[in-house]
């Protein structure tokens, strides 16, 4: 089981805003000993949730957020959220559960902040542009030695409107890219689209039962990409 524990920011305060982000973007600079106030209510909602989850024996936990870094500014979420993601990476690693991230959209900055500066085990999706910023075999190059990485195959360009075909060679030039030293999971990049071809999510993890089993056979892997990229 995994139990999602958010922090605070913009990327979840907006909505509870008449007008939305742009209002909670303006305030957030007319108040912000308001906001502070309001980030140490919920950070402390939030350690009080993840003790819970942690007595109750979850396998790991979820924070972060949708939109963290794309809904506010790197600074923001430094100040905002940032402080407990260390929290609750750290408790998470001091009781031996899996802590995650989840950022869709740009989240390159996030990466590397938990990277350097946080207990996170993992992190998803690595969105690529233009919905991201990853380059998923640049962040394996990176932060693969301190992250596990989750990600990244294109929800509408692959999945959606992909064939099998090519879902079987983006997947396997993901498996390449960011798994070869292992701690990689296979994933779309976020969530799929209601009209995604269930053939194309059979495919990712027929892909990933055929060709993902360590240790990864690259020379395979590399023949069947060449194959597939001529008839692609």
């Not at 949730?49 to 870094?69: K, Q, R, Y």
């Not at 233009?130 to 932060?143: H, N, T």
Request: charge should be negative; glycine fraction near 8%; include cysteine.
């Amino acid at each position: 089981m995994c139990a999602p524990v958010y922090p605070p920011g913009l990327h979840v305060w907006s909505g509870a805003f008449n007008g939305s982000l742009e209002a909670a973007t303006y305030a957030i600079y007319d108040e912000p000993e308001l906001f502070e106030e309001l980030r140490q209510l919920q950070e402390k909602q939030a350690l009080k949730m993840l003790e819970m989850v942690l007595d109750a024996g979850t396998d790991g936990v979820l924070t972060g957020g949708s939109g963290s870094i794309t809904l506010q500014s790197p600074e923001i979420w430094r100040r905002y959220s940032f402080p407990t993601i260390q929290k609750i990476t750290r408790m998470c690693r001091e009781a031996g559960v899996i802590s995650g991230v989840h950022c869709c959209g740009l989240s390159r900055y996030l990466v590397k902040s938990c990277a350097e500066e946080s207990d996170l085990c993992y992190v998803n999706p690595l969105e690529e542009p233009p919905m991201g910023d990853c380059s998923l075999a640049e962040i394996a190059r990176s932060f693969g030695d301190q992250l596990c990485l989750m990600g990244n195959l294109h929800t509408v360009d692959v999945m959606l409107n992909g064939t099998p075909e090519r879902v079987r060679l983006e997947s396997l030039k993901a498996i390449r890219a960011a798994g070869q030293r292992g701690g990689f999971i296979l994933s779309t990049a976020d969530q799929c689209g209601r009209d995604t071809p269930d053939e194309n999510i059979r495919e990712m993890v027929r892909t990933v039962k055929t060709f993902g089993a360590y240790p990864l056979d690259i020379d395979r892997i590399d023949t069947e990409i060449d194959a597939l990229e001529r008839c692609v």
